[in-house]
């Protein structure tokens, strides 16, 4: 029987191509006013603001009923100034060519400002995984990495799991460029199980980073971490691990939210219970927890509770100028990447609210893929507590660095981190064009 090639108009398409925009524009404009710091030239802006390469790719692939269906895919690599490109692949409806390049840059100057070897890079395919079997997934991610074989490999590109992808995928994307190149090469990409060179604590680290800063953003304004109360806005990857490591360390999280709705107690919710039970229980929302130590709170409610912390760990663009105002908490630790729209983040200052910034307090992810990247590459195996104790002294070092630099030039925690961050590209990529 002939297959039919469809067109990508069907449920799994719903592009918001506007919220795509906004980050990339905030970031692109977070790096204009370092560069206008450092003093940088029109020409080396010029460098560090385009991105050196980007791709756009069909991907037809058989779904379950025996149709095809054409999915769009993007890469682009901001920055391979520093090394290669590095950075995660998500797989949702409004992934965006723009989305993608505002992500790709985001991570040259995260890269940059923790001091790894790496470039910035993201990738996105256009579909709902909520809406696909296993098999569909499987072709899915198979067939991006096999138009992404010519420009990805452990010194070209790394790719990492990002929303709605995990280290499933990422064993079915090593096998597939593995297959197509004929070499082994576990390094081409990280965040894979450990079976297949993955390294102990990839799933937990963004969070556990996250749970660092806010801690030492906590100590910073004299609030000990015991009294202190915590909300938390997602709870996938980053935002259920960051709740797990503050609850150990007995900081009180009053309210964590996802997709489904929200939980709230004001003495505490008893997280490692609530993750245990959803996680029995596919497909692992808040919605499905049962127990009566917890009220049920909307996504907007959750948004506005008084607290020491809110993490925002879900998506971009979720304080902006209409949900700034409503904000009752004294920090703000940015677990997702641009949680904090160029208008929120200035009614945020305005109203005093501190605001560790994205490119550090999620940072915590990319430094244990460097860890994983380097064990790939020299074939030798990391243990839990020493990817621990890096990966902390990693975070502490830069969170000091971006602390001193603010207080030195008298500007936010944002732009001192973009400060440290564009000044290594900057003097990286001059190093490069300086005439014979
Ligand atoms: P994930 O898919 O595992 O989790 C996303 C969470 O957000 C889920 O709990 C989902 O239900 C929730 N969510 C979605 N829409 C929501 C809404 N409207 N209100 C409340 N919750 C909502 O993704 P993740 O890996 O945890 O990534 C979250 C963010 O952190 C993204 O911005 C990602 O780019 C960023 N990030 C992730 C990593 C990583 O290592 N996974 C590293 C750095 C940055």
Same mark, same amino acid.
């Given at each position: 029987m002939a297959t039919t090639i469809e067109p990508r108009t069907t449920t799994t398409r719903v592009?918001?191509?506007?919220?795509?925009?906004? +980050?990339?524009?905030? %970031?692109?404009?977070?790096?204009?006013?370092?560069?206008?710091? +450092?003093?940088?030239?029109?020409?080396?802006?010029?460098?560090?603001?385009?991105?050196?390469?980007?791709?756009?790719?069909?991907?037809?692939?058989? #779904?379950? $009923?025996?149709?095809?269906?054409?999915?769009?895919?993007?890469?682009?690599?901001?920055?391979?100034?520093?090394?290669?490109?590095? @950075?995660?692949?998500?797989f949702h409806p409004d992934s965006d060519l723009d989305e993608v390049r505002g992500l790709a840059a985001l991570m040259t100057w995260k890269c940059a400002l923790l001091d790894l070897p790496f470039g910035g890079a993201k990738?996105?395919?256009?579909?709902?995984?909520?809406?696909?079997?296993?098999?569909?997934?499987?072709?899915?991610?198979? !067939?991006?990495?096999? !138009? /992404?074989?010519?420009?990805?490999?452990?010194?070209?590109?790394?790719? !990492?799991? $990002?929303?709605?992808?995990?280290?499933?995928?990422?064993?079915?994307? #090593?096998?597939?460029?593995?297959?197509?190149?004929?070499?082994?090469?576990?390094?081409?990409?990280?965040?894979?199980?450990?079976? /297949?060179g993955g390294i102990p604590g990839r799933g937990e680290s963004t969070g556990r980073g996250v749970a660092l800063i806010t801690v030492a953003m906590l100590? =910073?304004?004299?609030?000990?971490p015991r009294n202190a109360r915590v909300v938390i806005q997602g709870f996938g990857k980053v935002g259920s691990e960051a709740a797990?490591? /503050?609850?150990? #360390? @007995?900081?009180?999280?009053?309210?964590?939210?996802?997709?489904? @709705?929200?939980?709230?107690?004001?003495?505490?919710?008893?997280?490692? =219970?609530?993750?245990?039970?959803?996680?029995?229980?596919?497909?692992?929302?808040?919605r499905e927890y049962g127990g009566e130590d917890a009220q049920r709170i909307s996504?907007?409610?959750?948004? %506005? +509770?008084?607290?020491?912390?809110?993490?925002?760990?879900? +998506?971009?663009?979720?304080?902006? !100028?209409?949900?700034?105002?409503?904000?009752?908490?004294?920090?703000?630790?940015?677990?997702?990447?641009?949680?904090?729209?160029?208008?929120?983040?200035?009614?945020?200052?305005?109203?005093?609210?501190?605001?560790?910034p994205d490119i550090l307090a999620n940072a915590g992810g990319v430094v244990v893929s460097y860890f994983e990247w380097l064990q790939g590459l020299q074939g030798n195996r990391w243990t839990l507590d020493s990817v621990r104790t890096q990966l902390d002294a990693r975070m502490r070092d830069a969170f000091e660095a971006v602390v001193s630099e603010s207080e030195r030039r008298k500007i936010s925690l944002r732009q001192a981190a973009y400060v440290i961050a564009v000044e290594r590209v900057a003097r990286a990529v001059s190093l490069r064009w300086s005439p014979m």
């Open positions: 592009v918001d191509a506007k919220q795509g925009s906004v +980050l990339l524009r905030d %970031s692109q404009q977070n790096v204009r006013d370092a560069a206008e710091t +450092l003093e940088i030239g029109r020409s080396l802006f010029n460098l560090l603001d385009q991105p050196e390469r980007e791709i756009t790719v069909t991907l037809p692939v058989e #779904l379950d $009923d025996g149709r095809v269906e054409a999915f769009t895919g993007y890469r682009v690599q901001h920055s391979r100034v520093l090394g290669p490109g590095k @950075g995660g692949m998500r990738g996105g395919v256009v579909c709902d995984p909520s809406v696909l079997s296993t098999g569909e997934l499987a072709r899915i991610t198979r !067939a991006f990495a096999n !138009a /992404l074989t010519p420009m990805i490999g452990s010194r070209e590109d790394v790719p !990492a799991p $990002d929303v709605n992808t995990d280290e499933r995928m990422m064993a079915w994307f #090593l096998d597939e460029y593995e297959r197509r190149t004929g070499k082994h090469d576990p390094s081409v990409v990280t965040g894979k199980p450990i079976a /297949l100590e =910073r304004q004299w609030i000990k797990k490591r /503050l609850h150990e #360390l @007995g900081v009180k999280v009053i309210g964590i939210s996802d997709v489904s @709705g929200g939980l709230y107690n004001p003495d505490g919710l008893d997280i490692p =219970r609530i993750a245990q039970s959803i996680q029995c229980q596919p497909p692992k929302l808040l996504g907007e409610e959750m948004l %506005s +509770l008084e607290c020491d912390v809110l993490i925002p760990a879900a +998506l971009e663009g979720v304080i902006t !100028a209409e949900t700034a105002p409503q904000i009752n908490a004294k920090i703000i630790v940015e677990g997702a990447n641009g949680p904090t729209t160029a208008e929120g983040d200035r009614i945020l200052d305005e109203r005093g609210i501190l605001v560790a």
